[in-house]
């Protein structure tokens, strides 16, 4: 959705946060979640309405909170959708609060989403985020194992939030096949023709330099998003912060 924020993105082998992860089925339960949801993306107005993450559960899908001590701390919503004709979880968005951030608990809460859905016979998760936040980067693709699917100019039109600061909405579309092995990094080939560099913090960047954050964007649309429309394939990122890019099978 707007972008997830677990900074859960060094795969660095450690110790699973004490937490609890539990599926929410009450009204009262999902407005906390919908309250530490405000909270961790500084939002103006709601980034999940309490009534939509009801139905969501009620219907089916997945809504989840991570607690700590009985407080919530992150926690993660996503609605069934489709994928190459395929049933599917939609992750939605995926959040901790900062002092769990590079804990783990960001990993644990999609390992959550992983066995959710295995347990529900749907072979893919989908979830977008902004391909400009490399440490969401690495961590979708390098430490889930994530692929890029398509990229989505302007997906959701400007979001106000302290995170995304009215900044155009610009996406990557990523698939996770259920069944893969988790983990594995995209590793790139003999094919590799060019990579992608991405800023050290957009966010920071949007707040410091708007200008120069709306020009990292329009390079890396027409950089990244081009090759992807000419078929080039992600198949790695680096500790640098690039994208590294092949072309199609075939080509």
């Known amino acids: 959705m707007t972008n997830d924020i677990i900074d859960d993105h060094d795969g660095e082998d450690r110790d699973d946060p004490d937490v609890e992860i539990r599926l929410l089925d009450t009204s009262s339960e999902i407005r906390r979640l919908g309250d530490v949801f405000n909270q961790i993306w500084g939002a103006r107005t709601a980034v999940v309405g309490m009534e939509l993450m009801r139905a969501i559960a009620?219907?089916?899908?997945?809504?989840a909170a991570a607690y700590a001590d009985d407080q919530i701390v992150g926690g993660s919503l996503g609605f069934l959708a489709r994928h190459a004709g395929e049933p599917a979880l939609h992750s939605h968005v995926t959040g901790v609060l900062p002092g769990l951030r590079h804990t783990g608990l960001g990993r644990t809460l999609k390992f959550h989403q992983r066995a959710w859905a295995a347990d529900r016979g749907l072979p893919w998760i989908t979830w977008t985020f902004d391909p400009l936040v490399r440490r969401n980067a690495w961590f979708n693709l390098c430490?889930?194992?994530a692929r890029v699917h398509e990229y989505l100019v302007d997906f959701y039109g400007p979001i106000e939030d302290a995170i995304n600061a009215a900044d155009e909405s610009d996406r990557l579309l990523l698939t996770w096949?259920?069944?893969?092995?988790a983990g594995d990094e995209p590793h790139a080939t003999k094919e590799l023709t060019r990579t992608v560099a991405t800023p050290p913090d957009i966010v920071t960047l949007r707040r410091t330099d708007p200008e120069d954050a709306a020009t990292w964007r329009l390079r890396v649309r027409r950089e990244l998003g081009g090759a992807l429309g000419a078929g080039a394939r992600v198949v790695g990122f680096t500790r640098e912060g690039d994208y590294v890019l092949a072309p199609e099978a075939g080509a």
């Open 143 to 145: 430490v889930l194992g």
């Open 177 to 181: 096949a259920v069944t893969d092995t």
């Open 58 to 63: 009620h219907a089916g899908g997945y809504v």
